[in-house]
Structures are given as C-alpha cells and as structure tokens.
C-alpha cells in the first residue's frame, strides 16, 4: 500500500440554522432531471430535509454509498423529546426504505457533489441554501491506498512477463525510430 493525498470534498450542515425551506432538494431535484433543470421532484433528489415541523425540527442529510442488505442497528434517539430512529439520519441507500432511490427505477442515487457543474464549483445545495445551513469544504488528506495498475501498465506487465524486459525494450525502440 502507498501513501497518497487525496481531494475530500464535504457540505457540512448547521442544523441550527435549518428552517425546513426545502431550496436544496428543489435544486438538487431540477439539477439532476432529465433533461437538467425540466422538472421538480424531491423523491430525486440526493438531499433530504429529515423534517418534524411540530417541533421546529429540520435536518438536511446528504445520500451516501448503496449498500446491499439492511443494518442491524435499529437504536433510537430522542431529540427535544421525539423519537428518531437510526434509520432517520443514515446516508445510504438500502433496501429497507424508499429514501434516496430513484423513484421510477428505484435505482440508489449518491451525492455527486454537482460534479458535472463543473471543476471548482460549490454544490448546487450549498449556493442556493440562502440560511447558510450548507458549507462546502474541499481539503487535502493522506490516505493508504492500494496502488493499482490501469490497463496500459496490466497490458506492458503482461508483455514483461511473457517476453522479458530486454526484448520489450528493444520492440519499443523500433518502434520509436519507424515514427
């Protein structure tokens, strides 16, 4: 394993500050229709807004990774007196709810942090959250990650191990000196 540095992009959420509006699935939903920005659907959308509006309670959660089987953990929280269960506040996608599948196919959706807006641009949730609940952050970390080989490198290691090095070179310089 070699240690490499690795972009993370993160919205962090301020819960405090959330007033239920709803903006960020309005956007996400429109970015991601087909064709982009056609219609308005927040099943499609890959922030949800976990709301008690009784309580005065608001949570955006972000979809994370789909994951196969259902959790065992079925714990509850109480917050302000109501119960949530873990379910409430899990990013993934799983067969136990409805919550961040496509609705139609029922295809898990992911967060993709507005990727196709665009290199260096913020998430369309994070611009258009007019409270500042939704803070984008992208930072530098090192992580251990097995290095692994593209096809170009599978295809010359295959060649080095049938042929040798020494005749892999030669090849290679004729072919260089006939361009």
Not at 26 to 37: G, L, N, Q, V, W
Request: hydrophobic share 30%; proline share 5%; net charge negative.
């Amino acid at each position: 394993m070699a240690k490499i540095k690795k972009k993370v992009k993160t919205i962090k959420v301020d819960a405090d500050k959330c007033n239920g509006c709803q903006s960020c699935e309005i956007i996400c939903s429109t970015f991601h229709a087909t064709p982009k920005y056609s219609s308005i659907n927040p099943a499609r959308s890959r922030i949800q807004v976990i709301r008690d509006p009784m309580r005065d309670v608001w949570l955006p959660v972000f979809a994370g990774e789909y994951v196969e089987a259902e959790c065992m953990g079925r714990q509850t929280f109480v917050i302000d007196g109501k119960e949530y269960s873990e379910c409430d506040f899990c990013r993934a996608a799983c067969p136990a709810r409805d919550r961040f599948t496509e609705p139609d196919s029922g295809l898990p959706l992911r967060c993709d942090m507005c990727e196709e807006n665009g290199p260096g641009q913020e998430p369309l949730c994070v611009q258009w959250c007019f409270n500042e609940v939704l803070k984008f952050e992208e930072r530098e970390v090192e992580v251990e990650e097995d290095v692994r080989l593209g096809d170009l490198e599978i295809g010359l290691k295959s060649l080095l191990d049938k042929h040798g090095l020494q005749k892999l070179v030669d090849t290679m310089t004729r072919i260089t000196q006939k361009s």
